[in-house]
């Protein structure tokens, strides 16, 4: 900390920063602009024609991966796109209501993850656990025609990494905690081990029971109503809880 120094030798400390906690991750921030601005440009100022093969072209069709689409490479895009729309298709979405939750739960647990990881681990780590989340959707539809979009995937991944350390003593939300930004820098404990916290098995319970709750509902889409695809929220939290400890740049805690 920068110190004003006075004739007698004192020294007054500058006025203090605000804690991180209200700073937003400039990664979090770009990352919801860019889904924003999206949405925003695709609602009211691209034609239907594009829109249309923005969904072609970057939203996840399980169609795409039937065995006589796939072998022949004839979908739009080609095998390229057999790849990338495991990815891209978390930066589009259907309705206000589904954008707006989405960046909602992403500043609440996206931002705790980029504190913690850094602007390219957290990259990486949200684009992993959206294609999680795409293989899980593909594993359970299948035969499925209906586009997948939306950034639930990987924010169910931002969940689960979140609770790999929050509830951890020093953490932001621990019994114990810290203000400042050494608590998203806490040690976290092994996944077993991580599940002796009360805390941590409440969170999952609590987590999966929501998204086994709001898979029976339909939410506002583009077009009309959608389901929830609370499958590829599993795929992503499941992603998130294994792949935590591989990407994660503070040693765990040692017991």
Known sequence: MNHHVFEHGREEPEERRPEPVFN??????????????LFVLQAYVFSTL????????????????????????????????????FVTYAFLHGGITHIAF??????VFGSAVARRFGALRFLVFSALCAAGGAAMHLATHFDGQAPMIGASAAISGHMAAAARFVFELGGPVGVMR?????????PAAPLLQSFSNRSVVAFLGVWFGMNFLFGQIN?????????????????????????FPLIDPVPRRRY
């Open 178 to 186: 810290r203000t400042d930004d050494a608590a998203f820098r806490v």
């Open 102 to 107: 989405n960046m909602l739960w992403m500043i």
């Open 50 to 85: 594009l829109n249309n093969d923005i969904i072609i072209y970057f939203a996840f069709w399980p169609l795409r991966y039937q065995a006589d689409v796939l072998a022949t490479g004839a979908a739009p895009g080609g095998l390229a796109a057999d790849v990338w729309t």
């Open 24 to 37: 937003l991750p400039k990664v979090v921030v770009w990352l919801a602009g860019i889904m924003i601005v």
């Open 219 to 243: 939410i506002p889409m583009a077009g009309g109503a959608g389901s929830i695809a609370w499958e590829a929220h599993i795929g992503g939290f499941l992603a998130g809880l294994l792949l």
